[in-house]
C-alpha cells in the first residue's frame, strides 16, 4: 500500500476541488455512477435514514452460476434511478454525511500502489494541503476498508452455499438469498 505521503504528493500533482456539480451521482452510461459498498456502509446510511436494505443497496449487477440453477454476486451498490443515484436530491447528496468510501474520495482511488483518477470537472483545481491530506488519508482507509471487505468475502465465501435455483449476494457477513 502507498504510504500517506506519497498519496498527498500525486493528489497535490493533479489537483482537484469538489465543484459540487452532481455529475458522478448521474448516470451518464451503463454503470457510470455504480457504488459498491460494504455490509458497515449500507448499514450506516440505514442508521442515519430510517431505511430497509433493500431500500439503500441492490445487488451488484453481475451475476456468477453457481452450478445448481442458482447464482451470486459478491457485492452491493447504493441503488439508482434510472438517471441518477437515489440519494441526489436537488443536486445534493442527502446522505453526505454518510456517504460511502468511493463516494467520498471521488474521482481518486487507490488500486494496489497506484493512484487512478476519473473523469471529473473538479480536476486541476487547486488544493490546498488540508484538504490534500484529509482526502489522501480517507483514501488509505477506503483501501484498508475494501482489503479487510475482500478479505472477509474470501472467507465466507470458502463456505458458501447458494441455493438451488436462487440468487444470492456473498458478502463478508454472509449469504444473503434475494427474494423477488
Not at 68 to 74: D, K, M, Q, R, V
Request: hydrophobic fraction near 40%; include cysteine; glycine fraction near 10%.
Amino acid at each position: 500500500m502507498l504510504g500517506i505521503d506519497d498519496v498527498l504528493d500525486r493528489i497535490g500533482s493533479v489537483g482537484f476541488r469538489c465543484r459540487g456539480c452532481g455529475a458522478c451521482c448521474r448516470r451518464v452510461a451503463e454503470d457510470s455512477n455504480l457504488v459498491i459498498v460494504s455490509p458497515a456502509e449500507v448499514r450506516a446510511i440505514m442508521a442515519a435514514t430510517g431505511m430497509a436494505w433493500d431500500e439503500v443497496a441492490e445487488p451488484y449487477p453481475e451475476f456468477i452460476d453457481a452450478g445448481n440453477g442458482g447464482e451470486y454476486t459478491l457485492a452491493w451498490c447504493i441503488r439508482r434511478t434510472k438517471e441518477a443515484c437515489i440519494f441526489l436530491r436537488n443536486g445534493r447528496c442527502s446522505v453526505y454525511a454518510h456517504r460511502p468510501w468511493i463516494c467520498r474520495t471521488y474521482p481518486f482511488m487507490l488500486v494496489d500502489e497506484d493512484l487512478r483518477v476519473s473523469e471529473c470537472p473538479g480536476l486541476g483545481m487547486p488544493i490546498s494541503p488540508r484538504e490534500a491530506y484529509t482526502l489522501g488519508a480517507d483514501l488509505c482507509r477506503r483501501q484498508a476498508a475494501e482489503v479487510a471487505e475482500e478479505a472477509g468475502v474470501q472467507a465466507v465465501y470458502r463456505g458458501a452455499t447458494v441455493p438451488p435455483r436462487g440468487r444470492a449476494v456473498i458478502d463478508s457477513e454472509g449469504v444473503k438469498e434475494l427474494h423477488g
